[in-house]
């Protein structure tokens, strides 16, 4: 068959036009498997990787404050950059911080204004707590209201038994829930966080589940309140950095003797968000080292890991 010059020529003219020269051809844009910040829904905009265990490197950046915690993590929220930390992925018990994973579950299951009613086996837990009444009825949202406040401990078993049918159920649950988060390390044997054989987590891992905390609306404002009143009697937060700071907006305080003092802060400077892990530290200290590191995360403009 023969091709008609004209058409060859026409042909060839494309040809060499849709490849152009080495210099005109233009290289095809990197496509990051990630979808763009500015493309994420909030509920994503949180680190899923920060940065790799170092045992040579306890303690990162070299100018970041000195803080008594034996563990902290500091996170700039909106850009998910890792600020500071020490020693990030050092087990150890983390006491009434694992809440934020007990409230996150309580708010995914939902139905927070259903009555529930006190069983025996939900007033037996030990201090802080509520004093509930066997027979009592009361909605999931003032327990929970009252576990965020004032972290009442009785409120979390009672949580936690009628969400999954017993403690044990329920904390089982929250090793789904956190190994979801990407918090692998992290092993936990109650709803609340009083010492008991093998419980455990990393500042780490509590940073993961404390920003997927943060992302619930309930418990920001929750976190906010420096007192609430619920079934006739008031009951003042634990976290003191809320009347002490301004620009403190939570999140959840913690404290046993096997985990020392803890706390998660979260605080808002204008249009920069930080959050705090802070394991392990002390009485004198927990408070004043929270809003130290935190007014210095705040000043840290374009940095991170």
């Not at 037996?124 to 909605?139: E, N, Y």
Request: positive net charge.
């Amino acid at each position: 068959m023969i091709l008609r010059l004209p058409l060859l020529a026409t042909a060839i003219a494309v040809l060499f036009s849709s490849c152009g020269t080495p210099n005109s051809r233009k290289p095809k844009p990197f496509r990051s498997s990630q979808p763009s910040p500015a493309a994420r829904p909030f509920a994503s905009q949180f680190p899923i990787e920060w940065p790799a265990a170092d045992p040579s490197i306890s303690q990162w950046p070299p100018n970041a404050p000195w803080i008594k915690a034996q563990s902290y993590v500091l996170v700039d929220i909106d850009t998910g950059n890792t600020l500071a930390y020490k020693n990030l992925d050092q087990v150890r018990a983390v006491a009434s911080t694992q809440k934020l994973l007990t409230a996150l579950m309580i708010l995914e299951r939902g139905r927070l204004r259903t009555p529930i009613i006190i069983q025996p086996q939900d007033t037996k837990a030990p201090p802080s707590k509520m004093g509930l009444r066997v027979g009592q009825r009361i909605t999931r949202e003032d327990l929970l209201t009252v576990v965020l406040v004032k972290s009442a401990n009785d409120a979390s078993e009672a949580l936690a038994r009628d969400h999954s049918g017993s403690v044990p159920a329920f904390a089982a649950a929250m090793d789904r829930r956190a190994r979801q988060l990407g918090a692998f390390r992290s092993h936990f044997v109650n709803p609340h966080g009083l010492t008991e054989p093998g419980q455990r987590s990393t500042a780490r891992e509590i940073g993961r589940i404390a920003l997927a905390a943060y992302r619930q609306p309930f418990i920001r404002k929750t976190a906010l309140r420096q007192s609430a009143y619920i079934a006739g009697k008031t009951y003042k937060a634990t976290n003191k950095l809320l009347a002490r700071m301004p620009e403190c907006t939570g999140l959840k305080t913690g404290y046993t003797r096997a985990a020392g003092r803890c706390l998660v802060s979260t605080a808002h400077f204008g249009r920069k968000k930080v959050l705090l892990v802070q394991l392990g530290s002390q009485t004198k200290y927990i408070f004043n080292d929270a809003e130290k590191m935190m007014r210095w995360g705040a000043s840290q403009r374009g940095v991170g890991r």
